[in-house]
T-cell receptor, first 113, second 111 residues
Framework: NAGVTQTPKFRVLKTGQSMTLLCAQD?????MYWYRQDPGMGLRLIHY???????AKGEVPDGYNVSRLKKQNFLLGLESAAPSQTSVYFC????????????FGDGTRLSIL | SQQGEEDPQALSIQEGENATMNCSYK?????LQWYRQNSGRGLVHLIL?????REKHSGRLRVTLDTSKKSSSLLITASRAADTASYFC???????????FGKGTRLHILP
């Protein structure tokens, strides 16, 4: 039972490049979340999904897009990477909204040069 | 915007001592959760306490919630080196599908 798996684990991009981060969960959870973690800032919510085919904006959505075509997968896209998007990105999933614990992946460390 | 604020930001104690971390929040909540993050890893859920509960225990962990003061505390008893990590509180409010994290407390257990 893998839980939440994020790929890739590390990536270096040049300003203006695009990429997609993949999150996969095998717990049949409805809710999935993308966060970014910066030093001294805690975790900030980028986008989230309450079920297959749905997405919603979080606290810091600008510069990111997401898709949830399959229940088990939640993709985070950067269309034109900027140095301000250098961060550690975490995906999480939950069985029932904010009433149940979230399960986290181990993160993707992204550097934008 | 951050809902929970942990205090202290950093804490160093000797192995075997108890560690206490506090979390304050601003608006009414349905529940409050505590998570642990080891260096280079994702967050791991520790305890969820609902707004109608005052205290919960899990092994060496004790969480209290005081909704009148809008605060919670996490107590780790008989600390071990493996407890060295960052600890985050997160609050969930009614009708919301997300939780909001604080900035965390960095706990360092000295041998």
């Amino acid at each position: 039972n893998a839980g939440v798996t994020q790929t890739p684990k590390f990536r270096v991009l040049k300003t203006g490049q695009s990429m997609t981060l993949l999150c996969a969960q095998d717990m049949n959870h409805e809710y999935m979340y993308w966060y970014r973690q910066d030093p001294g800032m805690g975790l900030r919510l980028i986008h989230y999904s309450v079920g297959e085919g749905t997405t919603a904006k979080g606290e810091v959505p600008d510069g990111y897009n997401v898709s949830r075509l399959k229940k088990q997968n939640f993709l985070l896209g950067l269309e034109s990477a900027a140095p301000s998007q250098t961060s550690v990105y975490f995906c999480a999933s939950s069985y029932d909204s904010n009433r149940q614990p979230q399960h986290f992946g181990d993160g993707t460390r992204l550097s934008i040069l | 915007s951050q809902q929970g604020e942990e205090d202290p930001q950093a804490l160093s104690i000797q192995e075997g001592e108890n560690a206490t971390m506090n979390c304050s929040y601003k608006t009414s909540i349905n529940n409050l959760q505590w998570y642990r993050q080891n260096s280079g890893r994702g967050l791991v859920h520790l305890i969820l306490i609902r707004s109608n509960e005052r205290e919960k225990h899990s092994g060496r962990l004790r969480v209290t919630l005081d909704t009148s003061k809008k605060s919670s505390s996490l107590l780790i008893t008989a600390s071990r080196a493996a407890d060295t990590a960052s600890y985050f509180c997160a609050t969930g409010s009614g009708g919301d599908d997300k939780i909001i994290f604080g900035k965390g407390t960095r706990l360092h257990i000295l041998p």
